[in-house]
């Protein structure tokens, strides 16, 4: 087949399965980590953030001369906004100096790369505020994940609950299309979320959106969520929390849900620690995704045992195999804290 035409012969075609390529990227963003302030007198180191072109044909790296940045000592993956000049790189809270977590904000040359700091940059903003409270109070939150729609017109950020800080919950952001600023969308705090989210995962129809929280308090819990086509707004769907049977609260450890690309399925990974000489428990709770409201229905042998400790999950673009990354297993009995996980590219 080519150019979406062409002959089958007398075969009796009952399906048809297209594999479209994608352009290879031509820019790759480095994130290279600095060191968090302990107790004075340590001083903050700061990361950086680096730019290299990559050959179309081999793949090889190559540094842009000038494109090193500095950023944040704690700065995670750095992020691009669909369809705008816009990067953002979330800077994690340092429970040591008290600092509470920042979103380092980029101007991205669309030739060059290159990345400039945008007026006002790192930004608290979408920290919550006493404007904005959060479920348990008005202190700031810890923002560690943030997800957008594939039109770049809504995003949405999970804070969080570190040591006093008390914004721990989902908020919906814009970011200014000629500043780059990030501003929290009024009254898009989302409250069903309260407990230790997870970052939100969005399905491939743009439709519905997942995140794993602490629902009942006690136990965890995936929260689905409709989402308006206009406002970006999110509402629960019907059934929703749905349930992770034996999983306590924030065992998922920030960890995201993962739909598969066709949208028909999801799955949960989680990881408990041994405690108090229970044993570990590695899971993968799996889910059938209604197509027509986004509830969910745990699937037949759900959970599934295996035999790493997972805390996320990767699916191939063709659906045919998944991958679980693995955590690290404690040697000795301990429990599980939120944490940001990192990437290095």
């Known amino acids: 087949m080519s150019n979406g035409s062409g002959t089958v012969g007398t075969a009796n075609v009952v399906s048809v399965a297209v594999f479209c390529p994608q352009v290879v990227g031509t820019l790759a963003y480095v994130v290279g980590a600095g060191v968090q302030a302990s107790l004075p007198p340590t001083v903050a180191t700061p990361g950086s953030i680096s730019v290299y072109t990559i050959n179309a044909s081999s793949g090889a790296l190559t540094l842009v001369p000038g494109s090193v940045v500095s950023t944040g000592p704690a700065v995670g993956p750095l992020q691009l906004v669909p369809h705008s000049v816009f990067a953002l790189a979330l800077n994690a809270f340092d429970p ?6 920042s979103l380092y904000d980029y101007m991205v040359d669309p030739t060059t790369g290159l990345l400039t700091p945008v007026a006002g940059s790192p930004f608290q903003t979408l920290n919550g505020t006493s404007s904005t409270p959060g479920c348990f109070g008005t202190g700031p ?5 943030i997800t957008f729609l594939a039109t770049g017109a809504y995003g949405y950020v999970s804070n969080n609950q570190e040591e006093a800080e008390l914004n721990d919950a989902v908020w919906q952001f814009t970011v200014d299309p000629t500043t780059g600023a990030p501003s929290l969308v009024p009254g898009g705090f989302v409250a069903a979320a309260c407990q230790f989210p997870g970052p939100v995962t969005i399905d491939p129809s743009g439709q519905f959106a997942y995140v794993t929280a602490a ?13 308006d086509a206009t406002t970006g707004a999110l509402t629960e769907v019907p059934g929703s929390p749905f349930s992770t049977p034996g ?3 924030n065992s998922a450890n920030g960890s995201p849900v993962t739909i598969d690309p066709t949208g028909r399925f999801l799955y949960a990974p989680v990881y408990i620690a041994p405690v108090s000489g229970s044993p570990a428990l590695s899971r993968i709770y799996a889910f059938d995704i209604n197509p027509a409201t986004g509830a969910l229905t745990p699937i037949a042998g759900s959970p599934f045992a295996i035999a790493s400790a997972p805390t996320a999950m990767s699916i191939a673009p063709g659906g045919n195999s998944g991958m679980s990354r693995r955590a690290a297993v404690p040697t000795t009995p301990s429990t599980l804290t939120p944490s940001m996980q990192r990437l290095a590219l």
């Open 247 to 249: 999983v306590p609260a």
């Open 215 to 227: 629902a009942s308090g006690t136990t965890e819990a995936i929260v689905g969520f409709q989402i």
């Open 96 to 101: 040591t100096s008290g600092t509470a977590g």
């Open 141 to 145: 939150g810890n923002p560690f994940a």
